[in-house]
């Protein structure tokens, strides 16, 4: 999976409190990753 598309995935799933740090919401991470087509596992060697 390029990287690019991996960072904006993390970036569409962070939170940003007005007090605090940016907060990743894994939850939705994983379900926004499970719903990506995935490769077979001899693709990526």
């Given at each position: 999976m390029p990287l690019?598309?991996?960072q904006a995935l993390?970036?569409?799933n962070t939170q940003r409190p007005?007090?605090?740090p940016p907060v990743v919401n894994v939850l939705a991470l994983n379900m926004s990753l499970n719903q990506?087509?995935?490769a077979p596992r001899n693709a990526q060697l």
């Open positions: 690019e598309k991996v993390i970036d569409a007005l007090i605090g990506l087509p995935s």
